[in-house]
């Protein structure tokens, strides 16, 4: 008897409305994902990889289709209830960072603990143990304005890896890292898929990365159209 994928995404479609009309980004997507796997999504831009990701998130509603989260259908839950499943869940790596300007670098990376009733010091104390996994220590007590754009993106990771969510999705998490410090956060989200309960799915067009995937998966105009190590190479 086969194990259950730890994410199963079926028969999904999205439409936007652009100019009175609507158009369609993805076109009936149907892929799973095992756990303890690092799966990359490829592709140009506009292929509808953000698009995606963000509907497997519980970001973004489908405009059909279904999507099961370690064996949850998420857009079956009422709105208050997919909110508390991706708390406990999923964490989310934004392009954008997202940070909050007033708060230091250890307690943004500690909002989702503090979201989830954590007491405040040791939230803090969690996160600041994630930053010093992603060499950012001496940088803990300064605010987003104080960091450059790579240092907030390693904020960004910290917060979305604090509460050890089962499924973590990234929206290109080394664009604004050099090679050293990409290669760092990518050893980190690579021991945290390795996790046999976990799943780790990443955007990317960081070519100096693709080594460390278990699985490519290649869009093309809303559509996965390879799947396989060596959609790398297309």
């Known amino acids: 008897m086969s194990e259950a994928p730890a994410i199963s995404v079926q028969n999904i479609s999205r439409d936007f409305e652009a100019g009175g009309q609507m158009l369609r980004v993805l076109h009936n997507i149907e892929t799973d994902i095992k756990a303890g796997e690092l799966t ?8 509808g990889k953000t698009t995606l990701i963000s509907i497997i998130a519980g970001i973004l509603y489908p405009t059909e289709g279904t999507v099961s989260v370690f064996g949850t259908d998420i857009y079956q839950l009422s709105d208050s209830d997919l909110v508390r499943f991706r ?17 230091t670098a250890a307690e943004n990376a500690s909002v989702p603990l503090v979201a989830a009733g954590m007491a405040r010091h040791e939230a803090l104390e969690r996160s600041r143990a ?6 950012m220590t ?9 960091l450059s754009g790579g240092q907030q993106q390693r904020v960004a990771i910290a917060r979305a890896l604090v509460h050890e969510p089962r499924l973590i999705v990234c929206d290109e998490p080394t664009a604004a890292l050099d ?6 956060v990518m050893d980190l989200l690579r021991e945290v898929a390795l996790s046999p309960d976990r799943s780790v799915i990443i955007v990317t067009h960081d070519n100096r990365i693709f080594d460390l995937a278990d699985r490519i998966l290649l869009m093309e105009d809303g559509r996965i159209t390879r799947d396989g190590r060596d959609a790398m190479e297309h």
């Open 40 to 47: 990359y999504l490829v592709g140009e831009s506009g292929s």
């Open 87 to 103: 708390l406990a869940n999923i964490g989310f790596i934004f392009q954008q960072y997202n940070l909050l300007p007033s708060l």
């Open 130 to 135: 994630i930053l010093e996994k992603l060499n």
């Open 138 to 146: 001496s940088q803990a007590e300064k605010r987003p304005n104080q």
């Open 179 to 184: 090679a050293k410090s990409g290669r760092r």
